[in-house]
């Protein structure tokens, strides 16, 4: 069985602060994993995945994250917030790139403040 | 049109009602799935269509009828929903097995 839990259910940062979630996963093979943002009034939109072939990803909008197997950790950052960043962020974990049978953490919503 | 498509984006509707709601993809997939977001919960998955076959049913109850015509166009049947359907359905899809999913902005429903 997979399972993520995110760290915290709402983080605030200041404009131009590092952006820091937190999601740690748990999965009984090699996990594939996946962070999603979601603005108000819209779906979700796929930032970054990992898919074992490096632990540093890098995705859209100078999102990153690092995929640390002795940690079970995926955390997302950003090295300076912009306004247009605050959103929900949801990370999923899946047993294969493709996966159907995506689990979802309860997500972060992230505020930014001027 | 891009993307994926759902239709309408807000639905209020009561407990006897029956409506639908509609899902269109315009990137060559051959996969859509459909999710129930509701608040502070995770995002849950209900059905997950392959080819237009069923795949999942994520022991959704009987109220909710999902339909796949071909693999462009997804439906989510309503039927005799309760307070607790209250919530926002997504609906995505993917070039299986080896894309990740694409998401719509969702249909927000409201069940009086």
């Known amino acids: 069985a997979q399972s993520v839990t995110q760290l915290g259910s709402h983080v605030s940062v200041s404009e131009g602060a590092l952006v820091l979630l937190r999601c740690n996963y748990s999965s009984s093979v090699p996990p594939y994993l996946f962070w999603y943002v979601q603005y108000p009034n819209q779906g979700l939109q796929l930032l970054l995945k990992y898919t074992s072939a490096a632990t540093l990803v890098k995705g859209i909008n100078g999102f990153e994250a690092e995929f640390k197997k002795s940690e079970t950790s995926f955390h997302l950052t950003k090295p300076s917030a912009h306004m247009s960043d605050a959103a929900e962020y949801f990370c999923?974990?899946?047993?294969?790139?493709?996966?159907?049978?995506?689990?979802f953490g309860q997500g972060t919503r992230l505020t930014i403040n001027p | 049109e891009t993307g994926v498509t759902q239709t309408p984006r807000h639905l209020v509707m009561g407990m006897t009602n029956k409506k639908s709601l509609k899902c269109e993809q315009h990137l060559g997939h051959n996969a859509m799935y459909w999710y129930k977001q509701s608040a502070k919960k995770p995002l849950e998955l209900m059905f997950v269509y392959n080819f237009k076959e069923q795949t999942e049913n994520n022991s959704v109850p009987s109220r909710f009828s999902p339909e796949c015509p071909n693999s462009s166009h997804l439906f989510l049947h309503l039927h005799t929903l309760q307070p607790e359907d209250s919530a926002l359905y997504l609906c995505?899809?993917?070039?299986?097995?080896?894309?990740?999913?694409?998401f719509g902005d969702g249909t927000r429903l409201s069940i009086l």
């Open positions: 995505a899809s993917s070039q299986w097995p080896n894309q990740p999913q694409h």
């Open positions: 999923a974990v899946s047993d294969r790139e493709g996966a159907q049978k995506l689990v």
